[in-house]
């Protein structure tokens, strides 16, 4: 097997090489990019989800114990008082800032 290739031909063969790869470094980046966009997305979907879910779950609760005739004024404070401590504390971890996570190129 013989190839004989000019100089030309072996530079255009080089510029195509380069441009492909250029061309699919690109498309993973947008597809990276578009990756963590839908990842944050689903993110705070499966959050909120979440939290209706866990809303729910401690209104029962709550709705049970306050309605039920025979509860003990104990019952009734618990089950007020603690879902409120339990949802404070996530509040407050939710808001605290504890660190700053910085990105290639300086972004936040």
Do not use: C, F, I
């Not at 030309?8 to 470094?25: E, I, K, P, S």
Request: glycine share 8%; aromatic share 6%.
């Amino acid at each position: 097997m013989n190839l004989n290739l000019t100089p030309m031909q072996l530079l255009a063969a080089l510029g195509v090489l380069l441009v492909l790869l250029w061309v699919w470094r690109a498309s993973a980046r947008r597809a990276k990019a578009a990756a963590d966009a839908a990842r944050s997305g689903a993110r705070l979907l499966s959050l909120t989800g979440r939290v209706v879910v866990g809303a729910a779950v401690l209104s029962g609760v709550q709705w049970m114990a306050l309605t039920y005739p025979g509860a003990h004024w104990l019952v009734r404070v618990a089950a007020l008082g603690l879902p409120a401590l339990v949802s404070s504390y996530a509040l407050t971890r939710a808001l605290t800032v504890t660190a700053v996570e910085v990105r290639r190129g300086g972004r936040r």
